[in-house]
């Protein structure tokens, strides 16, 4: 993952050949990079771990990319371009709608600070979704900021996530995904027990929620083996997404700037298996492989 360029080269290949239909706002002016070379640099930069925009204009100082755009220009066209950058991942993750009907639902923490500096930290204050204080279970710590919902299918391709404050229940995200998903299995934790909701996802969308049950329900039954290993898929994603990805390092000061830099991560993820899958034919989820 070392040449920046032949990797920039490669993904802005497929993009080109996959998303130019997507339309974007029209300018006056055309700019020297369009809008699917900038997507495709932020990618690039994101598969390669690059988080600081300082490094990768250092990066790309001396190639044919210097000069075609200013990095503070760089910044404000990404925010804007969320909403493109959000069609350009869906676009690539249909590619693999019709490979299975089972998808797995979680959740992880979004830390903007600590916790010693929430009472005056000025980030997202002003912004109408604010961070809370909130607790993660599987890492038995409490923090400050957001919850990033997410569901991906059993082979790891994330068809749908989004954002609350850290302070929301992850059964509410339930409410709003059942509009984007039907005839399916959906797996999750023990977060997810709630049978109303277990009932009207499958009265509307025939959405067959199967969560582990607590051991002092009545009637308890273990939940199968089968489908915890299943499970696993969603949790390794995260795991992907904090460690190569580093979803958890933060250097926005709006939600619309968190908002970017997650969307491209995760763009930037499904990017690297679209690659792997239907471009060099080798396994999904090895993220870590080299492009050139």
């Known amino acids: 993952m070392n040449n920046l360029i032949q990797n920039y080269n490669i993904i802005l290949k497929e993009l080109t050949n996959t998303c130019k239909h997507i339309t974007t706002t029209k300018q ?4 020297k990079m369009s809008d699917l070379e900038l997507v495709a640099l932020n990618v690039t930069a994101e598969y390669m771990s690059i988080n600081s925009e300082l490094q ?3 990066c790309i100082s001396g190639t044919d990319l210097d000069g075609k755009i ?3 220009v760089y910044n404000k066209r990404k925010r804007k371009l969320l909403p493109y950058i959000e069609k350009i991942r869906e676009t690539l993750s249909n590619n693999f709608s019709d490979f299975t009907d089972v998808f797995i639902v979680d959740s992880t923490p979004i830390e ?4 010693s500096r929430a009472n005056r930290s000025a980030i997202c204050a002003t912004d109408e979704i604010k961070p809370s204080f909130g607790y993660c279970a599987a890492q038995k710590s409490r923090y400050f900021g957001y919850k990033l ?6 082979n790891g391709i994330f068809h749908s996530f989004d954002f609350s404050p850290a302070n929301v229940h992850d059964v509410n995200y339930l409410n709003d995904i059942k509009e984007n998903f039907q005839n399916c299995l959906l797996i999750g934790d023990r977060g997810y027990i709630s049978k109303e909701i277990q009932m009207d996802l499958f009265n509307y969308s025939r959405i067959n929620l199967s969560v582990p049950m607590r051991k002092n329900q009545h009637n308890f039954v273990e939940f199968s083996r089968t ?3 299943i499970r696993k898929r969603i949790e390794t994603n995260i795991s992907q997404l904090c460690g190569q990805f580093t979803i ?3 250097f926005a000061k709006t939600f619309q700037g968190l908002a970017t830099r997650i969307v491209s991560k995760i763009t930037s993820f499904t990017m690297i298996q679209y690659l792997n899958f239907f471009v060099f034919k080798r396994s999904l989820n090895k993220l870590k492989i080299n492009l050139c």
């Open 70 to 72: 200013e990095r503070s």
């Open 28 to 31: 006056i002016r055309l700019p």
């Open 248 to 250: 958890n390092t933060n």
């Open 227 to 229: 489908k915890s290993k």
């Open 56 to 58: 990768l204009f250092r």
């Open 112 to 115: 903007i600070c600590k916790i």
């Open 149 to 154: 919902h997410a569901v991906c299918d059993k």
